[in-house]
């Protein structure tokens, strides 16, 4: 199978006249054009203007994992084989689960054994598990590639990212201000450029989020290194190198599109669903529990 | 007698140049909009409404340090540590709320053109709310249920719930709370976002743009902005009808979900934005109404306010009222 990088080199290079050739983003340039380096237009402060509203075309918030098309999330043994869950069945095809090449380099998450137990059970338990579902804050790297867009705001003094989803933020800091006094569901971002490429160091997450609906998880030990590089208009590429000793036996990378929205899809709307899932969690506790 | 002459022109003059020099001359973004952005706070002593005990919106100095120094000693009393020896409360016996570690409710009356401020309300001059009688049914038909029904999440309040924060702490109109009364304001072209600390809510302001179509309700409502000089002026519509009713221990609001509320931004030191609004609605107010509020840079970094993912007040509030309807003597249904 072609591995995503690859095609990704291939797609940018059909689909773009003028494309990057960040060596450390498209590894395979052989049909990008050599020395050919998109310079993004410049934004508040003199470094790549990231304003905009992105979002991903992925299926990584399913599955970060190279995976076919399945019909549910969750499922409960079959006569022939296993079959939607009882929670979901009622969902048909919108329970069903999108195909996707993946965002994991490598094509796998190098588990520790102990961590790969760990993520598989979360997959047999995903509906009570999921943060997702709870409407909880979906941490860094998640955020970014759920199927809700996200507002960059950059000035020449801050730069802020707006998720739609569950109205979560993230206020990049350019100086570092030392480890994050307690650990939170967005964490602490500081960032600085390297060149055209915007880097946010992630640190002070708790281990409440997830990177998926498959169950895949980290630790409180999780330290995210994100990098946002434009390689075209409207287009960035988006990697996070994941570092947590605790569940994985070495660093790994995930990388993705990001593309910016235009004319009258260009803005977030609300989407906080707390109130939501008030029936799901609370629903038990009314005066009048629904049959 | 003319050199008198002159030299009262003369001062004269030099006293119109000062007041044409003196206003503060707000800093702009890199785009060329008045820079509103950095850390702000607006937690004072003053409140949306003016006490009962003070009849004037002007109050002097020596009544403003003597009400700060008997809150400062409320503080300090509410903040003596837990007499170890107390034991439990008795049942049925309120057990007390947050001590004043908890609180961040500032510590100093608001000042407006160097006024110090019983209320933030200047318009109507009596400093209340100008509750129509269709308003004030209005009210009570919101308020009352967060007080006394327990019957499920959807009529606790808002705040109780982690939807938003409470008291109209997000706005429109943004007011002081007890505590987390801290904004981040950043620019960029086309737009201003409030991130409000109480929960972690963007006010995302889309300048020179439409309002969403009216059935599209949002949470603080539709806002969108325009620049009046150096005045960013943010107009609200859209309001959700749940949040209608809103209160802190130090006020309570009724915004009826038809209202329009104009804020207006305004950098007038390096250290401060005059902040005011402006409530319309003809049927639950007798008139417009309207208000100044200081807000007054503050350091970081401001954290995050989570609140639905520890939510445990909630789950405990309806469990704790399906435990009161098992005993009889409560007068429960079980």
Aim: aromatic share 10%; hydrophobic share 35%; glycine share 8%.
């Amino acid at each position: 199978m072609m591995k995503p990088r690859i095609a990704l080199a291939i797609l940018i290079g059909l689909t773009l006249p003028v494309t990057a050739t960040h060596s450390k983003t498209v590894s395979a340039g052989k049909n990008v054009a050599a020395g050919a380096h998109y310079v993004a237009p410049r934004g508040p402060g003199g470094h790549p203007d990231l304003n905009g509203v992105w979002q991903v075309m992925n299926t990584a918030n399913w599955d970060i994992e190279p995976h076919p098309a399945r019909a549910a999330l969750a499922f409960r043994p079959g006569p022939f084989g296993p079959v939607p869950a009882k929670e979901v069945v009622a969902l048909g095809a919108v329970g069903s689960v999108p195909p996707g090449l993946g965002i994991v380099e490598g094509g796998s998450i190098p588990y520790k054994p102990e961590a790969l137990a760990t993520k598989k059970d979360n997959e047999a338990h995903w509906l009570e598990r999921d943060p997702e579902i709870k409407c909880y804050l979906p941490g860094v790297p998640r955020a970014n590639y759920m199927p809700y867009p996200f507002q960059i705001f950059q000035s020449d003094k801050a730069l802020l990212f707006a998720y739609e989803y569950a109205g979560a933020v993230r206020n990049i800091q350019f100086k570092d201000p030392g480890p994050a006094p307690v650990d939170s569901w967005m964490g602490q971002s500081v960032g600085h450029w390297e060149g055209d490429t915007l880097v946010v160091k992630v640190t002070g997450q708790n281990d409440s989020t997830w990177f998926d609906r498959s169950g895949n998880f980290h630790s409180a030990s999780l330290e995210v290194v994100e990098r946002y590089t434009p390689l075209g208009p409207g287009l960035m590429r988006y990697e996070a190198q994941i570092t947590d000793p605790d569940t994985f036996t070495r660093p790994w990378k995930m990388s993705m599109n990001l593309y910016r929205l235009e004319g009258t899809d260009a803005q977030i709307l609300q989407f906080k669903c707390v109130e939501f899932v008030e029936e799901l969690l609370y629903g038990r506790l009314r005066k009048e529990p629904l049959p | 007698m003319i050199v008198r002459a002159l030299s009262i022109a003369f001062v004269a003059a030099a006293i119109a140049t000062a007041a044409a020099a003196s206003p503060y001359k707000a800093p702009r973004t890199s785009f060329g909009d008045p820079d509103l952005q950095g850390l702000w706070t607006n937690a004072s002593v003053t409140t949306l409404e003016r006490p009962p005990y003070i009849k004037t919106l002007v109050i002097s100095p020596d009544v403003a340090a003597k009400l700060e120094a008997a809150n400062k000693a409320q503080l300090a009393e509410n903040d003596k540590p837990t007499d170890p020896g107390k034991g439990a409360p008795a049942e049925g016996d309120d057990p007390g709320g947050y001590n004043s570690f908890w609180l961040d409710l500032g510590s100093k009356f608001g000042v407006v053109n160097g006024e110090i401020r019983s209320s933030w309300i200047t318009d109507p001059a009596d400093g209340h709310v100008p509750y129509s009688e269709k308003g004030r049914r209005d009210t009570m038909a919101s308020a009352i249920p967060q007080f006394r029904n327990f019957d499920g999440p959807e009529v606790r309040s808002l705040g109780e719930r982690c939807i938003v924060g409470y008291g109209s702490t997000g706005g429109p109109p943004m007011l002081n709370v007890l505590y987390n009364n801290n904004y981040q304001i950043v620019q960029s072209p086309g737009f201003v976002t409030i991130v409000v600390e109480m929960n972690h809510d963007a006010r995302i302001v889309r300048l020179n743009a439409q309002h969403l179509p009216a059935n599209m309700r949002p949470w603080m409502g539709d806002s969108i902005g325009h620049w009046e000089g150096n005045t960013l002026v943010v107009e609200t519509t859209n309001l959700n009808p749940n949040q209608r009713f809103t209160a802190d221990i130090r006020h309570r609001l009724y915004l009826s979900p038809d209202s329009k509320v104009t804020e207006r931004f305004t950098r007038i030191a390096n250290d401060q934005i005059l902040y005011e609004f402006k409530v319309e609605e003809p049927t639950a107010y007798t008139q417009p109404w309207s208000g100044q509020i200081p807000m007054h840079a503050t350091k970081g970094p401001m954290y995050e306010y989570a609140c639905h993912e520890g939510n445990y007040a909630l789950k405990d509030i309806l469990a704790g009222a399906r435990q009161e309807e098992k005993k009889p003597a409560s007068g429960g249904t079980k």
